[in-house]
């Protein structure tokens, strides 16, 4: 299964402070062990939320958009990885051994797959996916 980890944003992350030298090097020495592994998928830092835009989208009219910053750091996400794991419980056991300290909190969520729509996946619509994840591939 795929799955994605959220990793929650802080005061810190959204004033852009910018990680150490030593979290660098084991940040990257976890990912390095993922993508040995074959978990590692993608993965990426974000930017704090003021340099980003929120859309919200009402029942009638044009969406707003809200400039960020955010007020709720807490429900901000600072960074994600997508990995491909045999089940929920693997992606745990990888997260216990990150580099993450105290007062860090991450968020774990299966992706859907095609399988999970059954029925409301025509063939049509599965030709259409298919076809953009080759496009999305060969742009790699």
Known sequence: ??????VKGNKESEAGAL????ILAAMGKFNEELVKAGVMLAGEGLKPSSAGKRVSFA???KPTITDGPFAETKELVAGFWIWQVRNIEEAVEWLKRSPFGPGAELDIR???EAADF???LT???KEREE??????????
């Open 123 to 125: 063939p049509e619509i």
């Open 110 to 112: 299966p992706i859907f």
């Open 19 to 22: 990680p150490s030298t030593e």
């Open 59 to 61: 029942a009638v009219g």
């Open 1 to 6: 299964m795929r799955c994605m980890v959220f």
């Open 131 to 140: 076809r953009l994840r080759n496009q999305i591939a060969a742009k790699k």
């Open 118 to 120: 059954a029925a409301n």
